[in-house]
């Protein structure tokens, strides 16, 4: 079955940054995007930004532009999430979902990450 | 830029009770609209695409309608496991409404 697991939680510091990966199986690595989203304590969920697995291609939402860093390893079937410059606001949990080929919603979620901004 | 609108942002019922939840977008999407639920601790789950299908798995007292810019979430007889936060979210961007928050009332 499709299964998307990523990495445990992390505490940083302010000014520090994360990278949050995410494994994929059950499925062909390169055939879906993965997309990013989070959700900040007492706030919704906000979209980040995708990879395309095949060539490595990404896009950010601009609150994240020269912040953000999408990346992925095939041989591994991971993709990861880099945030850079962290501060309090970005305490959240960060999920990563697949995108289905043609489609614009998620049907598939990693299990989430903690990531805590505290100094 | 598209914008979903949520209301209203917390909706406070018992079992058993009708939930109306409504989504309006600042411009048409045609029938291009999912709604996921989440609850505390877990990843969101897929309910409706594109507007009024059900995903695979979700019960029926779950159902969706609309198009262009105005949907509706209805849960027609809420269960104990249905209070939860619920969020639209639509193609152009996939960008999500702020959410509505089932709760007991």
């Known amino acids: 079955q499709v299964q998307l697991v990523q990495s445990g939680a992390e505490v940083k510091k302010p000014g520090a940054s994360v990278k949050v990966s995410c494994r994929a199986s059950g499925y062909t690595f390169t055939d879906y995007y993965i997309h990013w989203v989070r959700r900040a304590p007492g706030q919704g969920l906000e979209w980040m930004g995708w990879?395309?697995?095949?060539?490595?291609?990404?896009d950010f939402a601009q609150k994240f532009q020269g912040r953000v860093t999408m990346t992925r390893d095939t041989s591994i079937s991971t993709a990861y999430m880099e945030l850079s410059r962290l501060g309090s606001d970005d305490t959240a949990l960060y999920y990563c979902?697949?995108?289905?080929?043609?489609?614009?919603?998620?049907?598939?979620w990693g299990q989430g990450t903690m990531v805590t901004v505290s100094s | 830029e598209i914008v979903l609108t949520q209301s209203p942002a917390t909706l406070s019922l018992s079992p058993g009770d009708r939930a109306t939840l409504s989504c309006r977008a600042s411009?048409?999407?045609?029938?291009?609209l999912a709604w996921y639920q989440q609850k505390p601790g877990q990843a969101p789950r897929l309910l409706i695409y594109d507007a009024s299908n059900r995903a695979t798995g979700v019960p029926a007292r779950f159902s969706g309608s609309g198009s262009g810019t105005d949907f509706t979430l209805t849960i027609s007889s809420l269960e104990p496991d249905d209070f939860a936060f619920y969020y639209c979210?639509?193609?152009?961007?996939?960008?999500f409404g702020q959410g509505t928050k089932v709760e007991i009332k």
């Open positions: 979210q639509q193609r152009s961007n996939w960008r």
């Open positions: 990879i395309n697995p095949n060539n490595g291609g990404s």
């Open positions: 979902a697949r995108l289905p080929s043609r489609r614009y919603y998620y049907d598939s």
């Open positions: 411009q048409s999407v045609g029938t291009y």
